[in-house]
């Protein structure tokens, strides 16, 4: 990008970090292929932009496929001059998925 533009390294990172952008961290997305997408799309935004009187209004995600796993050894605690040490071995338990509800109307 140095090249092309005739910017200086530092110049383009300060660019970069004042619009929040991480070039070297990819960001991945998929477009839907339901054919009612778009009615849904409006129905969701519709809420966001007016949400019902007297009504909750939750707001659901979920990160799928966390890893449970559990340490072989016990963890040792933190002690004054030392850090928390763990172990590198541990045992797979599967698979997990983490849901998380935002009530909308006071963002807790």
């Not at 004042?18 to 799309?41: H, M, V």
């Not at 449970?68 to 338990?93: F, K």
Request: net charge neutral.
């Amino acid at each position: 990008m140095r090249r092309a533009t005739g910017m200086s390294q530092s110049a383009i990172v300060r660019i970069w970090s004042a619009f929040g952008r991480q070039p070297w961290r990819p960001e991945s997305f998929n477009l839907s292929t339901d054919p009612l997408f778009i009615d849904k799309l409006y129905d969701i935004c519709g809420l966001y932009l007016d949400p019902p009187e007297r009504a909750v209004f939750l707001c659901i995600d979920e990160k799928s496929q966390i890893q449970a796993l559990d340490r072989v050894q016990p963890i040792r605690p933190l002690m004054p001059g030392t850090p928390e040490r763990r172990s590198h071995d541990y045992v797979r338990h599967g698979t997990t998925t983490l849901f998380a509800p935002l009530d909308m109307a006071t963002g807790q």
